[in-house]
């Protein structure tokens, strides 16, 4: 296993456009979470999935934003109609249970021009 | 709400201890990370403390948990240069809810030759 994978590690897009991320959790690891990291800032927590069902969406979250995990492995987080502010590292964890240490993936980082 | 403190930079000669210092709010916490970025990376677990416990040690680092005061710090014995990074304190809720983390803005360690 190599640890929790993320994909693209780097995203450069035009504002207006949509942009989908990926991320491959730990083995076996049912819970995974989308975390936004500005600079100089730690890391803010978007939403946590438990096996497929997403169960918490910061108010962060807004409805451009939608994360699935149709299968309850891999995830993805969508944001449609990108803004200037949306430019951030995003970073996903995943954990074998409730309370356990999170492990973080490298992160995509997304600059919206 | 949860709120996570810590100064944001920290300075050391190498070969010297670090102690990086971290308050939180919420005493419903029931683990306390340390989690260290390099320039452009994720986030990479370092030790984590429960919060019935005082103290852990794990080689060079030692954390101390002041559960009273709401106080934790990492102490790195004998920093090099590669420990040159942004530390993050973090702490995880019980489940009911979000069971995501709350992390700190970082402390810089910048090592001094």
């Known amino acids: 296993d190599t640890g929790v994978s993320q994909d693209p590690r780097h995203k450069i897009t035009k504002r207006g456009q949509n942009v989908t991320f990926r991320c491959d959790p730990i083995?076996?690891?049912?819970?995974l979470y989308w975390y936004r990291q500005t600079l100089g800032q730690g890391p803010e927590f978007l939403t946590y999935?438990?096996?497929?069902?997403?169960?918490?969406k910061s108010r962060l979250l807004s409805d451009r934003f939608s994360a699935e995990r149709p299968k309850g492995s891999f995830s993805t987080l969508e944001i449609q109609r990108t803004e200037q502010g949306d430019s951030a590292m995003y970073l996903c964890?995943?954990?074998?249970?409730?309370?356990?240490?999170?492990?973080f993936g490298q992160g995509t980082r997304l600059t919206v021009v | 709400g949860e709120d996570v403190e810590q100064s944001l930079f920290l300075s050391v000669r190498e070969g010297d201890s670090s102690v990086i210092n971290c308050t939180y709010t919420?005493?419903?916490?029931?683990?306390l990370y340390w989690y260290k970025q390099e320039p452009g990376a994720g986030l990479q677990l370092l030790t984590y403390?429960?919060?019935?416990?005082d103290m852990k040690q794990d080689q060079r680092l030692t954390v101390l948990l002041n559960k009273k005061d709401k106080h934790l710090s990492l102490r790195i014995a004998d920093t090099q240069t590669g420990d040159s990074a942004i530390y993050f304190c973090?702490?995880?809720?019980?489940?009911?809810?979000?069971?995501?983390?709350?992390f700190g803005k970082g402390t810089h360690l910048i090592i001094q030759p």
């Open positions: 964890a995943s954990s074998s249970r409730e309370g356990s240490e999170a492990f």
């Open positions: 083995s076996e690891h049912n819970r």
């Open positions: 999935f438990q096996n497929e069902a997403q169960l918490e």
């Open positions: 919420d005493s419903s916490s029931t683990y």
């Open positions: 403390i429960f919060s019935n416990m």
């Open positions: 973090a702490e995880s809720m019980p489940g009911g809810g979000a069971d995501g983390l709350t």
